[in-house]
């Protein structure tokens, strides 16, 4: 039995916050690049919004 302290670990890039590899991730730990199905989502917004270059269109309420 290992100890959760040796499992390899990743920053996702959305979120910046580290994560476990998990049992599910076993056989394309490689290609994993989020933490969580929200962050896989939201990673085209957080990219926009930290490009001031990109103007983007709102709608007005």
């Not at 910046?16 to 590899?21: M, V």
């Not at 969580?36 to 939201?42: A, G, W, Y």
């Amino acid at each position: 039995m290992h100890k959760k302290s040796t499992l390899p670990q990743k920053l996702c890039p959305v979120c910046n916050r580290p994560f476990n590899w998990r049992k599910k991730w076993e056989r394309h730990w490689e290609s994993v690049r989020y933490c969580s199905q929200k962050c896989r989502r939201t990673k085209n917004r957080i990219r926009v919004s930290e490009n001031p270059s990109v103007s983007t269109n709102t709608a007005k309420l």
